[in-house]
């Protein structure tokens, strides 16, 4: 199932997920996108976002409009919906309706072929290639990969440091779409914030300070998410030409 958290008064791009995108709101672009592939609920908080989701028949559920992130979010919606603790959750955000169909289905798979004796990765996500003036943005996030595609570190800062300045140097920018199981969401909303999330303000880094694995699938991928107009403006330029 893929679960898109739809919150109405984001700080930077206060009611972006209402935003039209050739005359759809973006939070419903998105959630045709991912319809594509696989069940679609989006979890709002406000029930403005619920009667725009009804009006294009898209399951939506109201939840707490306290919650502090979208995976606290999903996560109350995935309690409400009473998922079995196997199922695949995707975690995708609203103000992604330009990813690529290819990106979420990799995301899924790599969960899927990751299983082994009916136990799922605790939790999985999506990295590309990025340049070396793409790695120096501090609102791009990079991260760094081991041997088994799985995740060591992410940062805003420039990681992997190149002292040498090395040529071959591969920099992987993290894309921000996450899957768990039912199970390990609830359990990953249940562990405190840890303090490497608190100083990068990266909520990923807090299931690895926990010792936690996270998957990662190598895609190709020309999706930014939309945090402000600017970045809407920029996108409309180049995805709807």
């Known amino acids: ?18 935003e039209q995108i050739d005359g759809i709101p973006m939070v419903i672009r998105t959630a045709n996108l991912a319809k594509k592939i696989d069940d679609v609920v989006v979890a ?4 403005i976002i619920a009667d725009v989701c009804a009006h294009y028949k898209i399951n939506s559920i ?11 979010r999903i996560a109350e919606c995935a309690r409400i919906l009473r998922l079995k603790d196997s199922e695949i959750v995707i975690n995708l955000q609203a103000d992604e309706p330009f990813l690529e169909e290819e990106v979420i289905k990799t995301l899924k798979t790599l969960m899927e072929q ?11 996500s999506c990295a590309k290639v990025i340049s070396k ?17 799985e995740a060591i570190y992410f940062s805003r800062s420039k990681i992997p440091y190149n002292r040498d300045n090395l040529e071959s140097v591969t920099y992987y920018g993290h894309i921000g779409i996450y899957a768990f199981s039912a199970k390990s969401l609830q359990e990953f909303c249940s562990l405190p914030k840890s ?18 694995t996270i998957v990662m699938a190598k895609v190709k991928s020309q999706s930014f998410g939309i ?3 600017e970045d809407l403006q920029n996108a409309l330029k180049f995805f709807c030409k």
């Open 1 to 18: 199932m893929i679960i898109i958290p739809a919150r109405l008064k984001s700080t930077r791009f206060p009611n972006k997920v209402l």
């Open 44 to 47: 709002c908080d406000e029930p």
């Open 62 to 72: 109201l939840t707490s409009n306290t919650h502090e992130s979208g995976t606290d």
């Open 114 to 124: 990751n299983t082994k004796n009916g136990v799922i990765p605790f939790m999985g």
């Open 133 to 149: 003036d793409d790695a120096e943005n501090p609102n791009l996030v990079k991260v760094v990969l081991n041997a088994n595609n």
């Open 195 to 212: 303090t490497l999330e608190s100083i990068e303000k990266l909520e990923q880094l807090r299931a690895l300070e926990n010792g936690k």
């Open 227 to 229: 945090d402000t107009q």
